[in-house]
């Protein structure tokens, strides 16, 4: 079982496991109402790591496992936090954070991946970097414009009513 098989299975369970229990031990009790986005975040990161990706100017470069684990994923991720929380802010503060959010996690991924690599656990090429952090941006960019949509859609359903 390589090491990627192992993330993609330990780091859903621990988000999913650890998560709730934070916030709910910090008084955000109404997160459960939200918790479907975080496991939808976990369910997204699992899959991710199997979905095949296109070469780009004949180079594998993983852009839908991080267009998808690492963009919307985090997305997800950022809105079951923002709703657990109860967090709303400034339509500009709030896509900052989301993209401080995805680049800190797509940060860390590459640490990760050029560790394994130098240590020799897997055989990476780390040329694919910028890939990456275009593919993690690209898919967190993708759920902010849909929530932002999603809620436009909700101040005329309801002024309308």
């Known amino acids: 079982m390589s090491i990627f098989t192992i993330v993609s299975i330990v780091i859903p369970i621990v988000l999913a496991s650890s998560i709730p229990p ?14 479907w986005l975080l496991y939808l975040a976990c369910g997204l990161f699992f899959v991710s790591w199997y979905v095949p990706s296109p070469l780009i100017d004949g180079q594998d470069t993983a852009f839908n496992t991080h267009f998808i684990g690492g963009g919307i994923f ?9 709703y657990g929380l109860g967090w709303c802010r400034y339509w500009l503060v709030e896509a900052f954070s989301l993209f ?18 130098k240590i020799g656990v897997a055989h990476l090429s780390l040329d694919d ?3 990456d952090i275009a593919a993690n ?21 309801r ?3």
Do not use: P
């Not at 985090?74 to 923002?82: A, E, I, N, P, V």
């Open 159 to 161: 002024r309308d009513t």
């Open 100 to 117: 401080a959010l995805v680049s800190a996690l797509g940060c860390m991924n590459e640490l990760f991946e050029l560790l394994v690599a």
């Open 22 to 35: 934070i916030l709910q031990h910090y008084g955000y009790t109404h997160e459960r109402r939200y918790r």
């Open 129 to 131: 970097t910028n890939w």
């Open 74 to 82: 985090t997305g997800c991720l950022w809105l079951y936090l923002k």
């Open 137 to 157: 941006t690209a898919g967190a960019l993708l759920v902010w414009l849909v929530s932002v949509g999603a809620m436009g859609w909700q101040r005329i359903v």
